[in-house]
C-alpha cells in the first residue's frame, strides 16, 4: 500500500462499462451493479463463462497425461517404487520449490518409494542444481534424481547425473532458456513442444498434476489426494504470483479452503505465528504478505532447509520450535531490507534514476538473499526494471536479482546480454544473476540501451486502473459480498478497484503512536474508514475538512470482533 504522506503522479486509468453489458450481467447472475462491473471488465459476460469463474471446479482441471513427458516420468518413478530404487527429490530454496519437495517427497512415501530429498543453500549452491547435490544424490545411493521447480537449464548437472549412472526427471515450470536438457524426462509446460491447455501452473503445480496421475493409476481417490495436498499447492501457486486464471484459479479457491482445514502440524505453527487464524476465511493476500515471506526468510538469510523440515514435521513441538525459527528469521529479513532499501535508493538517486529506463544498484554488505525483495521495491517505487546485486569483496563477484515492469522481459534481456552475465534466467518479470562486480557499469549502460528500444517514456509513469467511477453511497455490505465471490485475487484476477469523488476528511485518528485512521465521509454523509497499520507519521499531511477523490478497493474489515466495510485506498488526489 502506498504512504499516503506522498501524493503519487501515477495515471488513472478508469474504466467506462458498457451499461448495457452491466445491465445484461446483473440480469444473469441476480448480482449488484458493482460485480457486474467487475465481471464485465474482466471480460466475463456470456452466461456460461461467468458461471465457470464463479463456480471453479476441480473436475475442470486438465488430465496429467497430458503433460510432456508425462508416461515417461511415471514409468521411471513406478520403475524406481517396484526396485526399491532410492529416489533423490531436489527442489528449490523459495516457497513454490520447498512446497514442490515438500509434495512429491510425502506422496512418494506414502506410496512406497525410498525417497531423499534436498533443497539448496542459497549461498553456498546458489540458484538451481549445484554439481555438489548431484554428487551427495549419488553418495546417499540414489538411483533416479528427481527434480521439481528447477533443472531445465541445468544441461551439465544432468549430464553429471547420468555419468555418475542415475537415471534424471525433471519437474518443472521455467522458460527453458538452453533447449530440452537430455533426462529421461522432462515434465515442462514451457516446451515448446507442448499440448498441455494451461501453460501457467507453478513448479509445485507441476509436481501435483504428475503425482495426481500416479495416484490415479495407483487406484487412489482423487478427492483424498486433493485434500492432502491442496494447502501446498495453493502455498506455491500464490507465493510464486502465478496467475490466478484456469487451473491456477481453481488451485487457489479450494486450496485456500485446504489450508484452514490443514491437518499439517507445520502448516498449523507457522499460520501461528503469522497470526493467520483459522476460524475465519484465508485469502490469498494471507500467503502473500505472512506465510510465504516467513518460509522464505530463512532460506534467504540462513538454510532453507530449516523451513523444509516444518513443512515435513509431524511432531507438533518440533513443528512449534520450527516456527518460531522461521519468524524470528523474517524479523531479521526486514531489519536488513529496510537498510539495503534505503541504500539502494540513494545509490539510484545518485546514479540520476530520473534519466535511466533501468536502475542496475549494487554494493559489499548487501545480503545475496535479500536484494531480490529490494529490488521488488525498487521497482514499485520508482517504475522502472530494477537489477539490485550484493557484491563479495573477496571473488569480485556480484550475486542479484532484477524485477521488472510489463513491457520489459527480464529473461530475454538476460539472454540478449549473455557476455556480460556469468548466469543468469528466470520469468518476465523476475530474475537472478550474476557478474563480475567490476562489469556493472558496462551492463547499467547496455541494459538502459536496451530499455530504450522496449519502453516509452510514459511506460516509466506508474498506472493505477480502476474498473469504473461509482457513487460510493451505493457501497455496502451486500455489494462487497457479492465482490467476494470473484476470489481468489492476484495476478490475472485483480481486485476490483473503483473511483470515487469529493470525499471529505472528517476525522484523523493515531493508534498507539503507529496507526493511522483515517475517516472519510461521502457527498451522501457515510463514513468510510482507511487504516494504515505503519502510517503514523503521515498523520501531519492532513487536515480534516480537506476534500480528495479516491481509487480504492473495497471488502470486510474485521476489528475487534467488529465487521465494517474494508475500505482499502489505493491512491488519494486533494481536490478545491
Not at 511432531?315 to 541504500?343: C, F, G, K, Y
Not at 571473488?395 to 510489463?406: C, D, H, L, P, Y
Request: glycine fraction near 10%; proline fraction near 5%; aromatic fraction near 6%.
Amino acid at each position: 500500500m502506498m504512504s499516503l504522506a506522498q501524493p503519487t503522479t501515477a495515471r488513472w486509468l478508469i474504466g467506462d462499462p458498457d451499461p448495457a453489458l452491466v445491465a445484461a450481467v446483473r440480469q444473469t447472475t441476480g448480482m449488484g451493479e458493482l460485480a457486474a462491473i467487475a465481471l464485465v471488465q474482466k471480460g466475463l459476460v456470456e452466461p456460461e463463462a461467468i458461471y465457470d469463474f464463479l463456480h471453479p471446479s476441480l473436475d475442470d482441471l486438465h488430465p496429467p497425461q497430458l503433460l510432456p513427458d508425462y508416461e515417461k516420468a511415471r514409468d521411471e518413478i513406478l520403475g524406481a517404487k517396484e526396485r526399491g530404487d532410492r529416489i533423490y527429490v531436489h527442489g528449490d530454496y523459495d516457497v513454490d520449490g520447498l512446497t514442490s519437495a515438500t509434495l512429491l517427497t510425502r506422496f512418494l512415501r506414502k506410496i512406497g518409494c525410498d525417497v531423499e530429498v534436498h533443497v539448496p543453500h542459497r549461498m553456498k549452491e546458489g540458484y538451481g542444481i549445484h554439481e555438489d547435490s548431484v554428487y551427495d544424490a549419488h553418495r546417499c545411493g540414489a538411483k533416479l534424481f528427481l527434480t521439481c521447480d528447477c533443472g531445465s537449464n541445468s544441461h551439465d548437472q544432468i549430464a553429471l547425473a547420468h555419468q555418475l549412472g542415475m537415471r534424471v526427471v525433471v519437474t518443472d515450470h521455467h522458460e527453458l532458456s538452453r533447449g530440452i536438457p537430455e533426462a529421461e524426462a522432462v515434465v515442462n509446460p514451457h516446451r515448446i513442444d507442448n499440448t498441455y491447455p494451461f501453460p501457467h501452473l507453478s513448479g509445485v503445480g507441476v509436481a501435483f498434476k504428475l503425482a495426481g496421475g500416479l495416484a490415479e493409476e495407483l487406484g487412489y481417490q482423487l478427492a483424498h489426494f486433493y485434500r492432502a495436498y491442496l494447502d501446498l499447492v495453493v502455498l506455491g501457486t500464490v507465493a510464486d504470483v502465478m496467475p490466478l486464471v484456469g487451473e491456477n484459479r481453481i488451485i487457489a479457491r479450494y486450496g485456500l479452503e485446504q489450508l484452514r482445514q490443514t491437518k499439517k502440524v507445520g502448516l498449523k505453527a507457522l499460520m501461528q505465528v503469522a497470526n493467520v487464524t483459522p476460524d475465519r476465511p484465508i485469502r490469498a493476500g494471507h500467503i502473500g504478505f505472512q506465510l510465504a515471506p516467513r518460509l522464505n526468510a530463512i532460506g534467504r538469510i540462513d538454510d532453507a532447509a530449516v523451513a523444509l523440515r516444518l513443512l515435513m514435521a509431524d511432531d507438533p513441538e518440533e513443528a512449534w520450535n520450527l516456527a518460531v525459527e522461521v519468524d524470528q528469521a523474517n524479523t531479521r529479513r526486514r531489519s536488513e531490507q529496510e537498510r539495503i532499501l534505503e541504500e539502494a535508493l540513494l545509490q539510484a538517486q545518485e546514479l540520476g534514476v530520473d534519466n535511466r529506463f533501468v536502475i542496475v544498484v549494487g554494493a559489499e554488505g548487501w545480503h545475496p538473499g535479500i536484494v531480490g525483495i529490494v529490488a521488488g521495491k525498487l521497482t514499485e517505487k520508482l517504475h522502472r526494471p530494477a537489477f539490485v546485486a550484493g557484491i563479495d569483496g573477496e571473488t569480485g563477484m556480484a550475486r542479484g536479482s532484477a524485477r521488472s515492469i510489463a513491457g520489459f522481459h527480464l529473461a530475454d534481456a538476460i539472454e540478449a546480454h549473455r557476455p556480460l552475465f556469468t548466469s543468469g534466467g528466470g520469468h518476465e518479470l523476475a530474475a537472478g544473476f550474476s557478474c563480475p562486480a567490476d562489469g556493472i557499469e558496462a551492463l547499467r549502460n547496455s541494459l538502459d540501451l536496451h530499455a530504450r528500444g522496449l519502453l516509452r517514456p510514459e511506460d516509466l509513469v506508474p498506472t493505477m486502473r480502476a474498473d469504473a467511477e461509482i457513487d460510493a453511497d451505493r457501497i455496502d455490505f451486500a455489494s462487497i459480498a457479492e465482490l467476494s465471490k470473484l476470489e481468489p485475487f492476484g495476478l490475472g484476477n485483480a481486485q476490483p478497484k473503483f473511483v470515487s469523488r469529493n470525499f471529505v476528511l472528517s476525522k484523523v485518528s493515531v493508534i498507539k503512536d503507529v496507526h493511522l485512521f483515517l475517516d472519510f465521509l461521502t457527498p451522501g454523509g457515510k463514513c468510510l474508514r482507511w487504516k494504515s497499520w505503519s502510517g503514523a507519521e503521515a498523520a501531519e499531511g492532513y487536515r480534516t475538512g480537506a476534500r480528495f477523490d479516491a481509487l480504492y478497493s473495497l471488502g470486510i474489515d474485521s476489528f475487534q470482533g467488529i465487521d465494517s466495510i474494508g475500505f482499502e485506498v489505493c491512491d488519494l488526489r486533494e481536490v478545491a
